[in-house]
């Protein structure tokens, strides 16, 4: 199971980056995507959205099951992967990677700190595994 | 030209120009378009099926042969009642099917005494003090039902004040849908440790801007809510509406009344406790039962007795919500409804809650010995939920039923349960076909154990194996078109 150092957590399962150019980039973890199963198909958020952290904010999936994403910090919506549209099964190829969801620009960027590191999402994995 | 099992062709592909299943004698008379206008008909004929009368009958006679169905073995999908349809109420129903709705009140007298004699009794089922028969299924009643609060909320002057519907996170996904079709944002609450709504969860959720609060008792999970009255009675206290959702009545039916646990609104799934047709996507029948506070806005139009002892329909009620579906709801289904009540009566109805909980906990016990873990130990109504030992897929177990000559239980259902299978017998299978199912789950289990691999081939003996789900769900093709000599799809599939 890969979970990058680099990447902070939420109980929930979303990733989210450092931040970089005012925004932090969102996806669901190595993880959340080997408990889904084949996602067959993604409803993402409109760019210019407002967000409160924890608002369900994106809808994944698989053949088997439907999985609110929520939003791990507060702010406004700058980006979202339109290409998930037509290649859902890139969340699964690369969750860390082209299966990004959406990227927000924070509120406050020191909300990323209250996330889980990489250590503590492990032990989350681990219970619920 | 019957071709192999798993490639049965189209009706279509069976066609031969000039072919025909009868050939009726010309008939001289005006031309067509002197009768109805140049305008409206075709310049081509419609491109439908030439064929035989036995390539017809063959046709559809091999399509049947390969379905499953509850006329040929155990179906006992979780949440979906799939109870046996006595076939005496498609010959009650049969004697009706000559009205037409259009007929004067005068001359359906017989029927329209039914459909009111049918109100009454599913309000007395649900201890409610009326009810519309005219929604055509289980979610359309679900909009029936919270349309008519949302009008009771505008009505007193709360609507912009009431927002939210609270649904649990276990339950079917119209409840939420529904909420969102009449403008609400819904509040999902968790399920407790012991498979009931938790109760500190609900009470946090309520407040002034709760429109209504949307369960089914007992729970999708199938528990029974102990703590019915006090969700209740928390929902009032905030003025909230508590609406049922009967996909799970045939738990309760004839033994304890939604009404009488405090709901304010509830629709019955009659194609599930009342057996009528289910398979094929319907029709449904999702007859809606309103305490008295919320008649006001029952749709049009209602059934009644007028004070000659007639029965007539009442067209115009201006607190009415208005039309919900044309004429008077599915009336075939509203027909073999009352049959099947009819013909049990309340003892029978009570008898039906009693085997259907019954079969279940036997199946649930079984499941258990076999191998399979409950996600909640303890006393089931009419379905259960459990999943298989650790290692092994619900999927894997699913296929290999299909071997067995046995539809799977409902499976990945409820989303709260990991590797769900939700499994509902009903009342209408006997002890032996319980037992039959319950071994062949267990030679299941026991050929996964000696080979872990073995499952994966599942199933091996039906006409069609694994079907590519996941690409049937990321390209679905929704639209049968020709087929080119390469076999290829001639038209770009959409």
Known sequence: MDIPASL???????????????????GITDFAQDQLGDVVFVELPEEGARVAAGDALAVVESVKT???IYAPVAGTVKAVNTELEAAPEKINEEPYGGGWLFRIEPDDPADRDTLLDADAYRVVCEEES | MNGRQDELPTIFERSAPGRRAARPPRVEGPAMADLLGAEVLRSAPPALPEVSELDLVRHYTNLAHRQTSI?????????????????????VAAAFEDLHPEQDPSSVQGLLELLGTLQDWLGTITGMDDVTLQPAAGAHGELTGILMIRAFHEANGEGAQRRNVIVPDAAHGTNPATAGMVGYDVVEVPTAADGEVDLAAMK?????????????????????????????????????????????????????????????????NLHKTLTTPHGGGGPGTGPVGVKAHLAPYLPLPRVRQEVDGTWGLEETRSTSIGRMRSYYGNVGNLVRAYAYIRSLGAEGLA????????????????????GFQPAFDRTCMHEFVARPP???????????????????????????????????????????????????????????????GALAEAPTTTPVRRLDEVAAARHPVLRWSPRDEDGEAAAAAD
Not at chain 2, 71 to 91: A, F, I, Q, R, W
Not at chain 2, 204 to 227: H, K, W, Y
Not at chain 2, 241 to 248: F, I, R, S
Not at chain 2, 351 to 370: H, I, K, Q, S, W
């Open chain 2, 351 to 370: 008898n039906v809650a009693e085997m259907a909980v019954l079969n279940a906990n036997y199946l649930r016990v079984r499941m258990r010995e076999a």
């Open chain 2, 204 to 268: 946090a959720a309520l407040g002034p801007d709760t429109a209504a609060v949307m369960l089914t008792n007992p729970s999708t999970v199938g528990i029974f809510e102990t703590r019915i009255q006090e969700i209740a009675d928390a929902a009032h206290a905030v003025g909230a509406q508590l609406y049922y959702d009967g996909a799970n009545l045939n738990a309760i039916v004839g033994k304890a009344r939604p009404g009488d646990m405090g709901f304010d609104v509830v629709h019955m």
């Open chain 2, 71 to 91: 006329d040929g073995n155990v179906y006992p999908l979780g949440s979906c009642t799939m109870k046996y349809n006595p076939k005496v109420h498609e010959e």
């Open chain 1, 8 to 26: 902070r957590y939420a109980r929930t399962h979303e990733w989210t980056s450092e931040l970089e150019a005012d925004v932090v980039t969102v």
């Open chain 2, 390 to 452: 650790e290692g092994i897929s619900t999927n894997d177990v699913a296929k290999a039923l299909l071997d067995e000559g046995m539809h799977p239980m409902t499976v990945y259902f409820p989303m709260v349960v990991k590797e769900a299978m939700m499994v509902e017998p009903t009342e209408t299978e006997s002890l032996q076909t319980l037992d039959a199912y319950a071994d062949a789950l267990a030679r299941i289990l026991q050929r996964a154990a000696r080979d872990p």
């Open chain 1, 66 to 68: 439907a999985s609110d």
